[in-house]
């Protein structure tokens, strides 16, 4: 694993000789950041060697390298799900990748259901903790060189950079939720029982996918910020149909608010 991870880092660096301190996945919501990078080189998935390739519509796959915010940023455009059938070790890849590339933060973006009876349809949530029900990633053999065989958990997100996006949100009178994200496989969405068990496990949303990464990038030490789009309520008396395109209408009209306040977080780095 970790000789594949070197000759990938290698290869990339072969091609862009571009050093990134910071590391984005653009999920849901996030596809308009592309646009606001300057972007100095983009490497297709299907050319980087051992990089998984994207299955999912609305998810491309590349790696953009440029600048954002005035800083040097890695961009994930498209990223992988258990639910694809990667094994968790392939799906978090390329986030090993990105730190080999020297990030220093992680930014992610994604869509979920809300659980908890106060948020509405179009909400933005900032991710403080979450509950992991996917297998954990980490399982398998130990590494020492991507750190701990126990991580701490205690902070997944950091808390400085959540309250400095609670600060950019007011600033720009952008309403937003905190809250916990319940990750679990899919693919299916969840039934009404569901939807409720994740609110009384202590769940604000639920989602199918952030937190295999996130917990990679904390075993290597990478603070975290994850922002999640309420795309459709797992609330009584809320709930209805559910489909991929509509989560994906309700994150675009979200994308702008997204957009300004993941910008403006890097430039504050
Ligand atoms: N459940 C799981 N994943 C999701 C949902 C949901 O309701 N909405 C968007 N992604």
């Known amino acids: ?120 349809i179009g909400d933005l949530m900032i991710q403080n903790d979450h509950i992991n029900l996917i297998p954990n990633p980490l399982i398998g053999k130990h590494i020492p060189e991507f750190g701990a065989r126990f991580p701490d958990m205690s902070e997944p997100y950091d808390k400085i950079l959540i309250e400095k996006a609670k600060k950019i949100t007011e600033k720009n009178n952008i309403k937003v939720q905190v809250g916990c994200y319940v990750a679990t496989t899919g693919p299916t969405f969840e039934t009404p029982k569901e939807y409720q068990y994740f609110r009384i496990v202590g769940g604000d949303t639920v989602g199918m996918s952030t937190v295999p990464e996130v917990i990679v990038a904390r075993q290597m030490g990478i603070p975290c910020f994850a922002i999640s789009i309420i795309t459709d309520l797992g609330v009584p008396g809320k709930i209805v149909q559910v489909t991929h395109e509509e989560v994906q209408k309700v994150a675009a009209k979200a994308e702008t608010k997204m957009t300004l306040i993941m910008k403006e977080l890097i430039s504050q780095l």
């Open 1 to 120: 694993m970790l000789e594949r991870i070197k000759s990938t880092v290698s290869f990339i660096q072969d091609k862009t000789n571009f050093h990134p301190e910071v590391g984005i996945i653009l999920g849901t919501g996030l596809g308009g950041l592309v646009k606001e990078i300057k972007i100095e080189h983009s490497l297709d998935y299907d050319n980087i060697p051992d990089f998984p390739v994207s299955t999912v519509e609305g998810h491309h796959g590349r790696l953009i390298f440029g600048e954002l915010g005035g800083k040097k940023i890695v961009a994930m455009q498209g990223r992988f799900h258990f639910y694809e059938g990667y094994p968790l070790e392939m799906v978090t890849f390329p986030v090993r990748i990105l730190k080999f590339l020297g990030i220093k933060t992680l930014f992610v973006s994604n869509a979920s259901g809300g659980v908890n009876p106060d948020y509405e």
